[in-house]
């Protein structure tokens, strides 16, 4: 069965400091990997995939993620945080029949 | 205009009552789906369909029924609301394409309360 598990429902950084928030991953089968952000009263919305093509993908707004096997892991990072990437991001795998599993979400808070 | 629309975007209804949440798309997606956001619970599947005439049970099915009216429209219903109904539910499309690496296209939500 497919899951993932987010780390940390609720994360705060300094503005410009290193964003990580964690996501592990339970598969069957090689997984496919997604982050979605959330902005406050939005739909979510996709940052990035991972689709075996390359461990580390980019996303957009300056994310990226590391896909690691021996880990089970696809954390999401950002070098500086801007005082916009405050929102809610969800990892999701997807699984069998092309469904879609999602975490649980984390919160991120960005400090001025 | 956004290409995944949700109606209403707020409900307040009572124990009982029948609701239907309606989700339309301009994206030309075959497949849509339906999702509650609960706090700490994160999104759970309810149903979803790869066309018109392809319709599945996702995580949580129980006191739910859907209908796809055509390519663009998927409602969700609840037959008889109860209060752990409430919840923020997202309506999602994706084109099928990649399949399992999809990217899914969500509405803005509704917001129901169940009283």
């Known amino acids: 069965a497919q899951s993932v598990t987010q780390l940390g429902s609720h994360v705060s950084v300094s503005e410009g400091a290193l964003v990580l928030l964690r996501c592990n991953y339970s598969s069957s089968v090689p997984p496919y990997l997604f982050w979605y952000v959330q902005y406050p009263n939005q739909g979510l919305q996709l940052l990035l995939k991972?689709?075996?093509?390359?461990?580390l993908v980019k996303g957009i707004n300056g994310f990226e993620a590391e896909f690691k096997k021996s880990e089970t892991s696809f954390h999401l990072t950002k070098p500086s945080a801007h005082m916009s990437d405050a929102a809610e991001y969800f990892c999701?795998?997807?699984?069998?029949?092309?469904?879609?599993?999602f975490g649980t979400g984390t919160s991120l808070t960005v400090i001025p | 205009d956004a290409d995944v629309t949700q109606t209403p975007r707020n409900r307040i209804t009572k124990t009982g009552k029948r609701i239907m949440l309606e989700c339309s798309q301009t994206k030309g997606h075959d497949r849509m789906y339906w999702y509650r956001q609960d706090p700490g619970l994160g999104l759970r599947l309810i149903y979803y369909s790869f066309d018109v005439k392809d319709i599945n049970k996702g995580e949580i099915s129980d006191g739910y029924s859907v209908s796809r009216q055509a390519q663009a429209k998927f409602s969700l219903s609840l037959e008889s609301a109860i209060p752990n109904q409430t919840a923020l539910y997202f309506c999602?499309?994706?084109?099928?394409?990649?399949?399992?690496?999809?990217?899914?296209?969500f509405g803005p939500g509704t917001r129901l309360t169940v009283l």
């Open positions: 999701a795998v997807s699984g069998p029949g092309n469904q879609f599993y």
């Open positions: 999602a499309t994706s084109d099928g394409i990649q399949g399992s690496t999809d990217t899914q296209y």
């Open positions: 991972y689709t075996s093509a390359a461990t």
